[in-house]
């Protein structure tokens, strides 16, 4: 990658279709940008892939497309969401995260300030979360043929011995935490979407969880049953998803589901369900009773997890429903969303 | 939520489910019907069944207006996005609502049609302003709620002498639809089901007032309560339901007084009754063609009409003659009374009117209140 003379103009220029052309100016472009934002050892090779170690354990790999909109949002952009996620799909199985992969769709027209400052957070992002982006790849395409940037991503990393986090291993009685408020993400990309802008603090929760897993496990060990992170489709999705998997049925509290007023009062407002509402730092844990209590503690004690609560349990039920105790004294389903949350007309 | 949670206090709900409990005569039925699909939310949401005694049963009404409004209409709105020149703006809810042959607006847009989801008629002015060589039509509908708005558009269009916008119009009455319920000739057919009185509309009476539901109350001897869309609202609603059919009054009483008064908004009126006027039939889904029962444009605005512009040819298509959503809307039967039920009809692939939107009686019952079809009700 290196002789290359002529620098790119971060402040003015924008991509067109030779960065992505396999010449002179995308060697640049990668060089120049997301080298930099990535730099590690791995990269500094050149090579089309990397080679790296993994120890012992066993191995997890995810891989996940990121096409978010706006690009940017209140507490992150496309680039750090798509390091956090991938982060958190590793993080889930109890696995610690080592290295991803990073492939960028880029829309000709698309301004090299923009890309350079979703770089640079995806490279803190990566740096804080303690994996390294090893390989990648970079396509332009015409303008209008892509929403400006998609980012794919792919990561792996290693499970210790004898962890087994998995659906089919929760039991009538296991109790569900929740590592914070929920909603938080959706919510905050709604209040930027075009046509749609409404005045809101929500910052968006995105984040890697790993290190919060990690304390969870050291605290609940085997009690641990299963680890989700609550994302497109939210609590609703993942707990119906768990239902279905687990055999079971679950049976929540409503008054004890952690909600920001401001991403209730949002809801409120759009005719949406804070439990269906996408989050991007949360994660729900299904554990066993005797270990929930220290759980949530080691929850509560971290940084990520200082609103955790729990918030119902799991119970014998051969249609799989997600009850919910209402704040009002009544009952009712909880169900998956039906296609995209759309807003209402009254 | 500063006047949203007290509406949902759970101390006092236990205190008007048990006055409730105490005022319930055990010998008879009450059966109110909530005419909004927003109260039908509200039931199924807050699980207000499980608060009340057995014998007061709440029938689910038709009062959603994406619920009611006829696959036919659908396929011309469909139809009319097709139209290379086209722009067509919509509610956001209006996307999924299924024509005939499982085609909808969102299928149409996945095909190449323009369809452009709006939040508010002001969107649609924009779009209209910004695209000058296309043909930018608002695909309005509502009750009386959303009514003023797309009035206030259509004239802020002729302020604008915009040329390339018109309104598909599709709103509706609900006066002439709640008549419709009590003496629709269907009930011979599909027989009938007593109703002890009305929950009435909330929204749409912050805008008409109460007048316009006198006449029920006093014709047809059935009390109707204006309540608002919370769970309080309902439950106070109730126990006033309760009590006029215990005194054997038959009254339109005010619940929802913070926002309704008897003469409504009349500005809102007034604009509505400059731009639109009655149309003497107006087909509602699952309750057939309800004479008055919805609005056009004035001959004044008719260049504004899209169904003139665009010579929109009326589509009639018939509902699966297995779905039930007559009856049910009617209160006589329940979603699960429906062999389409959960089978073929779900709200990811609704068959008829109360399965199309979350405040259908068939949607609302399938979202938040099935597991009750697979346990004892407690007895209260």
């Given at each position: 990658m290196r002789g290359h003379q002529c620098k790119l103009d971060i402040k003015n220029g924008c991509i067109d279709l030779s960065h992505g052309s396999g010449g002179r100016a995308m060697a640049q472009l990668i060089s120049g940008l997301f080298h930099e934002a990535f730099g590690n050892e791995w990269l500094a090779r050149g090579n089309d892939q990397s080679a790296f170690d993994v120890g012992g354990g066993r191995m997890v790999m995810t891989t996940d497309g990121y096409v978010v909109s706006p690009l940017f949002f209140p507490g992150g952009n496309i680039g750090s969401l798509a390091v956090h996620g991938t982060v958190n799909d590793i993080a889930m199985a109890g696995a610690r995260p080592l290295y991803l992969s990073a492939s960028f769709i880029i829309e000709e027209g698309f301004r090299f300030s923009h890309l350079k400052m979703i770089a640079e957070s995806m490279g803190e992002a990566a740096r804080s979360a303690g994996v390294h982006i090893i390989t990648g790849d970079t396509k332009v395409v015409e303008r209008?043929?892509?929403?400006g940037l998609f980012i794919s991503t792919a990561g792996v990393g290693v499970v210790p011995d004898g962890l087994d986090l998995s659906a089919e291993n929760a039991r009538v009685g296991d109790r569900v935490l929740i590592s914070g408020t929920l909603g938080d993400h959706g919510i905050a990309i709604m209040s930027k979407r075009q046509n749609l802008a409404f005045e809101t603090d929500v910052m968006s929760d995105s984040a890697s969880l790993h290190d919060l897993v990690v304390k969870m496990v050291e605290a609940g060990g085997h009690g641990i049953r299963l680890m989700r992170d609550p994302t497109r489709g939210g609590l609703a999705a993942t707990l119906n998803e768990i239902a279905q998997q687990s055999d079971l049925g679950f049976r929540l509290q409503e008054e004890a589901i952690p909600v920001k007023p401001d991403v209730a009062a949002a809801c409120e407002l759009l005719g949406l369900d804070p439990l269906h509402v996408a989050n991007e730092g949360k994660l729900v844990a299904i554990v066993s009773p005797e270990v929930a209590d220290a759980v949530l503690a080691a929850m509560r004690a971290h940084p990520l997890g200082c609103d955790a609560a729990e918030i119902g349990e799991a119970i014998a039920d051969d249609h799989h429903f997600v009850q919910m105790a209402t704040s009002f004294g009544g009952g009712c389903i909880v169900d998956w969303l039906s296609g995209e949350q759309l807003p209402r007309i009254c | 939520m500063k006047y949203v949670d007290e509406f949902r206090d759970k101390e006092i709900a236990l205190g008007l489910a048990k006055a409730i409990r105490a005022e319930v005569d055990l010998a008879r039925p009450y059966r109110f019907m909530e005419f909004c699909g927003g109260h039908t939310h509200t039931v199924s949401r807050y699980g207000l069944e499980d608060m009340l005694p057995n014998n007061v049963r709440m029938i689910h009404g038709p009062g959603c207006p994406v619920c009611v409004l006829p696959a036919g209409r659908i396929d011309m709105a469909i139809h009319l996005a097709m139209r290379p020149e086209v722009i067509l703006c919509v509610y956001g809810d209006l996307m999924r609502v299924p024509g005939s042959?499982?085609?909808s607006l969102l299928k149409a847009k996945a095909r190449g049609a323009d369809v452009r989801m709006v939040y508010s008629t002001i969107d649609a002015i924009r779009i209209a302003e910004e695209n000058p060589a296309r043909e930018v039509v608002f695909f309005a509908i509502g009750f009386e709620t959303t009514t003023p708005p797309t009035a206030i558009m259509i004239r802020l269009a002729e302020k604008k002498h915009l040329s390339n916008f018109s309104v598909f119009c599709n709103h509706v009455l609900t006066p002439p639809a709640m008549q419709n319920i009590l003496e629709s000739s269907d009930i011979r057919n599909i027989g009938g089901v007593e109703i002890d009185g009305f929950i009435g509309p909330a929204h749409v009476s912050v805008i008409i007032g109460t007048t316009p539901y006198e006449f029920i109350a006093e014709e047809f001897g059935k009390p109707i309560v204006i309540t608002g869309f919370e769970p309080l609202d309902m439950m106070q609603a109730i126990l006033m339901l309760v009590r006029q059919v215990n005194e054997h009054r038959h009254e339109v009483e005010n619940q929802y007084r913070r926002a309704v008064i008897r003469d409504g908004n009349l500005r809102a009126k007034e604009e509505v009754s400059t731009v639109f006027e009655l149309r003497d039939r107006f087909e509602w889904r699952g309750l057939g063609r309800v004479p008055y029962g919805g609005l056009r444009l004035k001959p004044a605005y008719t260049k504004y009409d899209a169904e003139l512009r665009f010579g929109m040819r009326e589509l009639c298509v018939a509902d699966d003659p297995a779905c039930e959503c007559g009856a049910i809307l009617r209160g006589i039967k329940k979603p699960v009374d429906c062999k389409l039920f959960g089978t073929v009809c779900t709200p990811v692939t609704p068959m008829g009117s109360c399965m199309?939107?979350?405040?259908?009686a068939c949607a609302a019952h399938w979202t938040y209140g099935r597991f009750r079809d697979h346990q004892q009700r407690p007895v209260s």
């Open positions: 209008g043929k892509a929403d | 042959q499982g085609a199309v939107s979350s405040e259908g």
